[in-house]
Each structure stands twice: as C-alpha cells, then as structure tokens.
C-alpha cells in the first residue's frame, strides 16, 4: 500500500523559534512536493523536489529530499505568525498509476 | 497566466439536483484533475485527463460524472448526490501528466458544495 505520513500532525510554536516537519512514504519515488493551505483556501505550491540530495529554499521554510531513506524535511526557521496554515507534502510513486499520494497534512499554529 | 479558475465557489444543492462546476485553465496544460477534499483532510483524487482523455477514475460513484471539452476546460456533472458528498472540490492541472514533466500541480481556488 503506498503510504505518505507526515509528523507531527499538529504543530505549535512560537515566533522566533526553528522546527522541522517530517514526511516518509513507504515506496520508492523520485518526485516530492510540498504545499500550503490556508484555511477555507486552495493549495499554494511550495516546493517542487525531483532528486536525492535536493534542497530549495524559500524565505523561513527549506524543504530537502533523501530519497534512500524515503525521507523530506520542511524545515521552519525564525518562525513567524503567517506561517500558520496546514503544510502537505504528496508523492508520486516511480512505476505507479501517475497518481499524486497526499499526506495528512501538518497543522501549523505560529503563536506570538 | 499561472491561474485555474473555478465556478461557482459555493454551491448549495439539493439531493434532486443536476449541477455542474465548470474549471479553466490557460497555462497550456494537458493534465487536468478533479480532487475532493473533505474538512482537516487531504485532498483525495477523484478523476484525471490527460490530452483531453480520462485516463484515472478513482473508482468515484457515478452521480460524479466528468468531462473536459477542450485542453483549456475541465467540468464536473453533479446528479443525486448525498450529503456526505458536501466537500471542497479542487481542481488542478500540470504540464503532462507526471511523467514527463516537473509534475507539479497548480490548484484552483475550490468550488465548495453543500449538499442538503
């Protein structure tokens, strides 16, 4: 069964601070994304990862890819209170049906 | 033009109904996706057409009936629905179809349906 888990499912945290957002899946893929939701709202792309060893940066988030151990990390920097929203990373899996495999999301609380 | 456009953002409808939610698309996109995300969910694909051909049903009960007109258009036909279908449907669209491209989706805003 292709499987996406992200942790943890519920994140609080306060400005300033760093935290990182883990996403495995259970077969082996080459294409990793993450997105933003807001609430009531669509999703926003935030990161496009298509090989091992990939890293992109945007602002305060960082998103890397580790293909061999089936592993993406969102990492939070310096938080700040717009940061809050739900955090999904998807997978599509190599050898698959070309579907887009969601996580559960990551809720993420950036208190003042 | 990096948008896909959905309507209507809201539809309150009853079990007896025909409506539709119409998507569109100007990115010169051949992938088109109709997802269905319920409350604190992730979204759930429900249908996929590549070139203009229905190429994944995810095995979505038959008062869901789709459609894509040209490469730009993607419309989803609602007809004796239930309740628990109240949703927020997203529509998406990419390149190609995964494969050959970066595959990365881009969303639409949503069409939320109430069903009653």
């Known amino acids: 069964e292709l499987k996406v888990e992200q942790n943890p499912l519920f994140l609080s945290m306060q400005e300033g601070k760093n935290y990182t957002i883990y996403c495995n899946y259970s077969?082996?893929?080459?294409?990793l994304y993450w997105y933003r939701q807001d609430p009531g709202k669509s999703l926003e792309s935030l990161f496009v990862?298509?090989?091992?060893?990939a890293v992109k940066q945007e602002g305060r988030l960082m998103a890397s890819l580790d293909t061999k151990a089936r592993l993406s990390t969102l990492h939070i920097t310096a938080a700040v209170h717009d940061l809050s929203a739900t955090y999904f990373c998807?997978?599509?899996?190599?050898?698959?049906?070309?579907?887009?495999?969601f996580g559960k999301g990551t809720k993420l609380t950036v208190n003042p | 033009d990096t948008e896909v456009t959905q309507t209507p953002k809201h539809l309150v409808m009853g079990m007896t109904n025909k409506k539709s939610l119409k998507c569109e698309q100007h990115?010169?996109?051949?992938?088109m996706y109709w997802y269905k995300q319920k409350a604190k969910k992730p979204p759930e694909l429900m249908f996929v057409?590549?070139?203009?051909?229905?190429?994944i049903n995810e095995s979505v009960p038959s008062r869901f009936s789709p459609e894509c007109p040209n490469s730009s258009l993607l419309n989803l036909h609602l007809h004796a629905l239930q309740p628990e279908d109240s949703a927020l449907y997203l529509c998406?669209?990419?390149?190609?179809?995964?494969?050959?491209?970066?595959?990365?989706?881009?969303f639409g805003e949503g069409s939320r349906l109430t069903v009653l």
């Open positions: 990862l298509l090989s091992n060893g």
């Open positions: 990115m010169g996109h051949r992938a």
């Open positions: 077969t082996t893929s080459d294409r």
């Open positions: 998807a997978v599509i899996f190599q050898g698959g049906s070309e579907k887009l495999v």
């Open positions: 057409y590549s070139y203009e051909k229905l190429s």
């Open positions: 998406a669209s990419s390149q190609e179809q995964h494969r050959a491209s970066t595959g990365e989706l881009f």
